[in-house]
């Protein structure tokens, strides 16, 4: 938010009181506003100086925030809009429930996926959607990935809390940004029409007994990752059809079992006569630090850091080349302005159809025509605790 001129951050509320207060008196320190801790949803939403809240919150307590928000507009809270973190929900009837109760209060909502909004993917798109495709033709080929270690925090590794395993917690953002690429510049989401789905899952370093155990150890023996797994690698392509019929591929991988330097995004976009790649860990800095640099482990040169020895890239302003300063700034404007986001939860709704119609093929091994029968009451099995994971020794 340091860089977001246009609000201030004036409250925070969490389950857990001491992380609000710290929170709170973060935004204090970097002068971002004069935020305080408040006891309840209720009594944050409430405050006349509360014009828009970011629900930053766990996935399965989307919906109980979601009421809660919603219950204090009813009640006469004078809320402009109401931001949501990426994925919107556990499951498509989920989502929906959540969309149709902030669209009854009448509020405007946003969904926060801020890869769409890194400055890399901002300018490499418009250049080459301006230049190339204007003179040879429409891109037809867009690939995206996210890959770390795997998450800090317990809740992102129980498929019944997170609603399952790599594709939920990431392949949102790396599917959402696919189509982004691949729909021209001002033209409506609808432009691009998502036709067939086929997606794969594994467990592929997680279920190992021995890593099974580490992961115990450091998040705690409610997680037993053999007892109850979910997927640490997940692939989808997703076939469109543009305005004019012709196909569109869009491919798409996320992973909890990478080892490299740290978080790595990667994307591409190719057409009849450009192209176009970025790569997060491809920084302007490097630092080298032989084995005699003996310290604590940190997270200081790159988000999900797996080394602190040898060469090591640099991402310098992660908040800013991760698009979340932008993201930020967007959302804040519209609420402004009077007008709705360029993502709202509409379009957070059809990402969690896609991540679910590839959660189905997966299941059921084959492709799948995009909404199969079935997909409002789906529940993946990684949620349910009845997959058993595939690709474990």
């Known amino acids: 938010m340091i860089g977001v001129r246009e609000a201030d951050v004036c409250g925070v509320w969490s389950p857990n009181r001491e992380h609000a207060e710290t929170t709170a008196a973060l935004a204090r320190d970097l002068d971002v506003g004069m935020a305080r801790a408040f006891p309840t949803i209720e009594a944050m939403v409430s405050d006349p100086a509360i014009d828009a809240v970011w629900l930053c919150g766990p996935n399965h307590t989307r919906v109980q925030n979601i009421d809660a928000i919603c219950a204090a507009v ?4 004078t809320l402009r809009g109401v931001a949501c973190e990426k994925p919107l929900a556990r499951t498509v009837a989920e989502a929906k429930e959540i969309t149709a109760r902030v669209d009854a209060v009448g509020l405007r909502h946003g969904y926060l996926e801020n890869q769409l909004f890194s400055p890399a993917v901002t300018k490499g798109r418009d250049l080459l959607w301006r230049r190339g495709a204007a003179l040879t033709g429409r891109p037809y080929l867009a690939r995206a990935a996210e890959e770390h270690s795997g998450p800090h925090t317990p809740w992102f590794w129980r498929g019944d809390l997170q609603g399952g395993g790599v594709l939920n917690d990431m392949m949102c953002h790396s599917i959402e940004v696919v189509r982004h690429l691949l729909t021209a510049p001002g033209a409506p989401r609808g432009s691009i029409r998502p036709r067939r789905i086929t997606g794969h899952i594994a467990s592929l370093k997680w279920t190992r007994p021995d890593y099974s155990d580490k992961l115990r ?10 007892a109850r797994p979910a997927e640490d690698f997940a692939s989808v ?20 079992s990478y080892v490299g330097a740290g978080l790595r995004l990667s994307m591409e976009l190719l057409g009849p006569e450009y192209s176009m790649s970025l790569n997060s860990l491809d920084s302007g800095l490097k ?4 084995r005699e640099v003996q310290g604590e482990a940190g997270e200081e040169l790159v988000e999900k850091q797996n080394a602190d020895v040898g060469l090591m890239p640099v991402v ?15 959302m804040a404007r519209a609420f402004l302005n009077g007008g709705s986001p360029d993502l709202t939860f ?7 159809e896609l991540l679910m119609t590839a959660y189905m093929s997966a299941e059921q091994g084959r492709t799948l025509p995009f909404r199969p029968e079935g997909l409002g009451t789906f529940v993946p099995a990684v949620a349910t605790g009845t997959w058993k994971g595939w690709g474990a020794s």
């Open 316 to 330: 310098v302003d992660e908040v800013g080349e991760y698009g979340y300063t932008a993201e930020n700034r967007h």
């Open 346 to 352: 509409d379009d957070g709704v059809e990402v969690v």
């Open 74 to 77: 009813e009640r006469g809270a």
């Open 287 to 290: 630092l080298f630090f032989s």
């Open 217 to 226: 150890k450091r998040m705690g023996n409610d997680l037993d990752y053999t």
């Open 237 to 256: 392509t997703v076939e469109y059809e543009a305005e004019n019929g012709a196909p569109l591929l869009g491919e798409a991988s996320t992973s909890w």
